[in-house]
């Protein structure tokens, strides 16, 4: 789970339109329309990839900003990464021209919840994308839109809806749904993962039934479950083969000054092994991984050569990794600095690990 900061912001409505008539297409939108084309899963090796602190909003995504990483860490990436919540109401095309221009396949955290942001929420405060509203069709006409523009992008487009839903953080957690309360006429279903499971399923068979086949769906657990007890455990919320095109993890190490040393192995490798386990076929992205620089509990530069050391070997469906890049001030004053630049040492470890031929600075694509 990552830190997300708490601000409000104004969401401004087109005069003359409804909210969800197809707004104009961005700068350059008619240029990206090639033949379509596939994202190719690297045999022995791994996209590397980043989301990059664009500012406050998790939304931004800059060309100079993408360009300022690469050279910070020596590489470019294949993979960028940025937020689109539900409540901007809008598709993120500039966003995605601006990463195809620069030559990688976006992947977007697509988050059903409002505005104002808030990351602690107690039941009945989840806002207007409750999951009972989504599979009422109360949010059709968004999900069309979305889904229109979409496939109007035409190129691979990595999706992950929902993420982290095993964890109490997000709105869209199981465990405002009824938690592990036990389903009629199923043996071993839970009505929080169920509901879930449902509202996922639902979006994916809409986003489709409109064309959309670019979209690559990314089912993205968090490596720890919050409450960690059976019926919150990440396989329960898995929404089955046809609906995941890749399965990805958030799996941080020490995140707070606070907080307990964090190893590698603690992190990565044990939920590894468990999100394996979900489905032996597909693909495994790190969808978020990092840690921060607290040198009174553990070397970061240490825990990056160890992850690094680890991945090809430890990890042999790892087909792509994406580092959470991003410094935030904590509600005590204390700051958690993920960034891999937060030490000398620290860039020193991940310029070294990530310039290893396993890892992929460009996205391989196929007819």
């Known amino acids: 789970m990552r830190m997300l900061p708490l601000f409000l912001i104004i969401v401004a409505c087109l005069c003359g339109q409804s909210a969800w008539a197809l707004p104009p297409e961005p700068q350059g939108a008619t240029a990206l329309r090639t033949k379509p084309l596939k994202l190719a899963i690297p045999e022995g090796q791994a996209y590397c990839g980043a989301y990059i602190d664009f500012g406050e909003r998790e939304e931004r995504v800059t060309l100079e900003a993408i360009e300022r990483f690469d050279h910070l860490v020596g590489k ?25 221009n620069y030559g990688a396949v976006p992947l977007v955290y697509w988050s059903p919840w409002d505005r104002p942001v808030h990351q602690d929420l107690a039941p009945g405060q989840r806002g207007r994308f409750d999951l009972h509203t989504i599979l009422a069709g109360q949010w059709d006409s968004y999900i069309d839109m979305w889904a229109a523009h979409a496939k109007d992008y035409g190129k691979p487009l990595l999706v992950s809806w929902g993420l982290e839903m095993n964890g109490e953080w997000f709105p869209w957690s199981g465990v405002f749904y009824g938690k592990g309360q036990p389903v009629p006429g199923c043996a071993r279903c839970f009505a929080g993962p169920e509901m879930f499971k449902k509202a996922y399923r639902y979006v994916v068979d809409r986003v489709r039934a409109k064309g959309a086949a670019n979209i690559l769906w990314v089912w993205h657990p968090n490596n720890t479950s919050d409450p960690d007890e059976p019926w919150n455990a990440m396989a329960e919320y898995y929404p089955g083969p046809t609906y995941a095109d890749w399965l990805a993890l958030s799996a941080y190490g020490t995140q707070y000054p606070t907080e307990n040393w964090i190893s590698v192995a603690s992190a990565v490798s044990a939920y590894y092994e468990k999100i394996a386990q979900v489905d032996p076929d597909k ?19 240490e825990w990056l050569t160890d992850f690094f050391q680890r991945a090809p070997k430890e990890f042999p469906r790892l087909r792509a990794s994406v580092f959470w890049h991003e410094r935030w001030q904590n509600g005590d004053g204390s700051f958690s600095d993920l960034r891999v630049n937060s030490s000398s040492a620290a860039l020193e470890a991940y310029r070294k690990g990530i310039a290893d031929r396993f890892w992929l600075s460009r996205p391989i694509f196929q007819p």
């Open 283 to 301: 693909p495994i992205m790190l969808g978020e991984w990092g840690v921060g620089e607290f040198p009174h509990l553990g070397s970061k530069a």
């Open 76 to 100: 470019q990436q294949a993979i960028v990464a940025f937020s689109s919540d539900w409540g901007n109401e809008s598709f993120p095309g500039d966003q995605l021209a601006i990463i195809a």
